[in-house]
């Protein structure tokens, strides 16, 4: 769906459960130990993103891939005991490993990445009210009005998930509509892609919004008959969210547990986390410290204040085996499509008079890229509209005059290009970060907003490629689902999961299996400047992988988005089994 938001939630207003204990599925063998995972059907990826097949992978006593085996492991011979002669050396027996594990033919793939997601966010959308499933506004009225019954005594009913476009309403819902499901407690719902929010009357009235009060540079108010109607788009978010409890730091342990639990139960061994806040990060490290994190986080900072508060002059080193990092900035360029915050260079097909905002002004665009690049930061732009993807590119041509050496640009997103700007991503090392399940969503909409005359760039994954622009694919979880199995089905076939539409949509944009599955794993580790520690299983980086139900190799489209985790591994230790 829509890209990308940080989901807001209330303290008080999420309930308090115990922290799940930490999974604990390694085998019974010591923390650092050597070991065989034999008689699989593996499957990898080389340096040029080619499949490789093996059968076994040895794992050395640091958790890294020793070897990947063609043919099944063999026990090392030990040598026939004969008499040493006087003051020769005693012979060194071959290292046989700690443990063995027989995969019975199962299927090894590496861990999968996902290359942009909000994990806090994720977490919060775990234990707050979630709209994502509803189908209509009454629906989510219903919705609304049972959780208030069920959780009664909040000072404020805090949730997310709700899309106008999926409720067929033509238009954005109201306070007063809020109001019938709820008028005697707060309430604040961001939309889907975090980009828009829905506040009853109490809600405006404890933030002293009024009919007088003006939506700041990037944001817009929703009127009707002189006041705000009950939706604030952008950057006048704020106006609400500035008086909304925060949760607490016990409920951020929690949604963090939660949320690991979700993405290792989905395959997802590493996660580039945009927009990380200090209050996440301290949650990333009270994680680590009690040694319950498990999923690999690649944190970019919420913005200078944030980087500097939790990085310092410079990005931080790997924390915890590899398993945090702080190594760059994210910005917020513009809106997106659902909202129609998505900066356009034409007006909106179905909204003439409105392109969407920028929500940096250019200026300032230019300075806050420049003093993060002067650090060393790498930086990671979200560009949805034609015109924010064009105003990045200027800005990424004018820095690299200054800043030289390899810098990984990121877009993130780049769903509506003008196909004329397609090769410039090519020109300067942008990396494209893209989320194949938002064209699943989005087509409709994308076709309603823009009209077909003007989508020739838009989720244009194959063109990417075609200019040698390295491609990360991720989710934007909360947004969308973090399977990353939906998203590779999406990615070679541009068919939502009922097949549509047949043949897929703008289908000379569809990419190969092979650049899927890199874009997810390979790929998107080097898009966070972590392609030599892990990715691809290759000898000396970390041994995460999974176990899955099926070879996606030989596997239709329909059967990759049913795949089955098994098992999942990290750095040599299982921390997921399926149904355990």
Known sequence: MRPCGKLRG?????????????????????????????????????????????????????????????DRYREPEQPHPRKRKRNEPEQAQPKRPDFKLDAGGRTLIPGLIDAHGHVMGYGLSLITLDLSDTKSLAEAQAKIRAYAAANTGRKWIIGTGWNQELWGLGRFPTAAELDAAV?????????????A????????????????????????????????????????????????????????????????????????????????????????????????LRVRIMSYALGLEN?????????????????????????????????????????????????GLPMIPSTQLRNIMSRAAMDNFQIAVHAIGDAANSEVLDAVQELSETYKGDRRWRVEHAQIVDPAELPRFGQFGIVASMQPVHQTSDWRMATARLGEARLKGAYAWKAMLDNRVPLAFGSDVPVESPNPFSGIAAAITREDASGQPAGGWMPEQRVRLEAALDAFTRTAAYAAFAEKRFGSLAPGQRA????????????????IRGTQVLETWIGGKRVYVKGQ
Request: no cysteine; charged share 25%.
């Open 10 to 70: 209330n303290g008080r207003a999420i309930a308090l459960a115990t922290l799940a204990t930490a999974l604990a599925l390694a085998l019974p063998v010591p923390a650092l130990a050597s070991g065989i995972i034999d008689n699989v059907n593996g499957i990898a990826l080389d340096a040029d993103g080619r499949l490789v097949r093996f059968r076994a992978l040895t794992i050395d006593d640091e958790g890294k891939v020793e070897r990947l085996l063609p």
């Open 183 to 195: 008028s005697d407690v707060p309430v604040w719902l961001e939309r889907v892609d975090g980009h």
């Open 197 to 292: 929010g829905w506040a009853n009357s109490l809600a405006i009235k404890a933030a002293a919004v009024t009919a007088a009060t003006r939506a700041p540079a990037g944001g817009r108010i929703e009127m009707a008959a002189g006041k705000p109607a009950g939706v604030f788009v952008d950057k006048a978010m704020e106006l609400i969210t500035r008086v909304v409890p925060p949760p607490a730091p016990k409920d951020r342990d929690i949604a963090l547990e939660k949320a690991q639990q979700a993405l290792l139960r989905q395959g997802i061994t590493g996660i580039a986390d945009m927009g990380t806040s200090i209050d996440d990060w301290q949650a990333f490290r009270r994680s680590a410290d009690r040694g319950a």
């Open 307 to 355: 980087m500097v508060l939790i990085a310092g002059p410079e990005p931080t080193p790997w924390l915890y085996d590899d398993h945090l990092r702080m190594g760059g900035i994210k910005l917020v360029l513009d809106g997106a499509l659902g909202s129609r915050g998505a900066w356009l260079k034409a007006d909106y097909a179905d909204a003439p008079g409105q392109r």
């Open 544 to 559: 995460d992988f999974l176990l899955i139900d099926r070879d996606i190799s030989t596997s239709s489209p329909a059967e």
